[in-house]
């Protein structure tokens, strides 16, 4: 497995715990809509430059949006994907 692979695992498995994430934080806020799509999205930028902190891809000197926004796009697509499952399997 190569490491852009492993990456893209990682990823998955932090949108799928972004979720109840999101959910927990979104009943604390009581949102719902356009700002709860806000909410997920910063969730999935702070999930992915974990993300991408831990893997090696951020060093401490220079953080770039490219390095951010790779594993936050990747993280918030898999959360996405994963709650509209969990909405379907509900109705």
């Given amino acids: ?5 492993v990456l893209l695992v990682i990823n998955a498995v932090i949108g799928l715990i972004g979720v109840p994430i999101v ?13 709860a799509v806000l909410l997920t999205v910063i969730v999935s930028i702070a999930l992915g430059f974990g ?7 951020i060093s401490g000197d220079i953080v770039s949006v490219d390095q951010v926004s790779q594993g936050s796009i990747t993280v918030f697509a898999f959360a996405t994907l994963f709650f ?4 379907k399997e509900a109705k």
């Fill in 1 to 5: 497995m190569t490491q852009d692979n």
């Fill in 23 to 35: 959910d927990w934080v979104k009943g604390k806020l009581n949102v719902d809509g356009k700002l």
């Fill in 51 to 57: 993300v991408a902190f831990t893997s090696g891809q």
């Fill in 84 to 87: 509209k499952a969990l909405q």
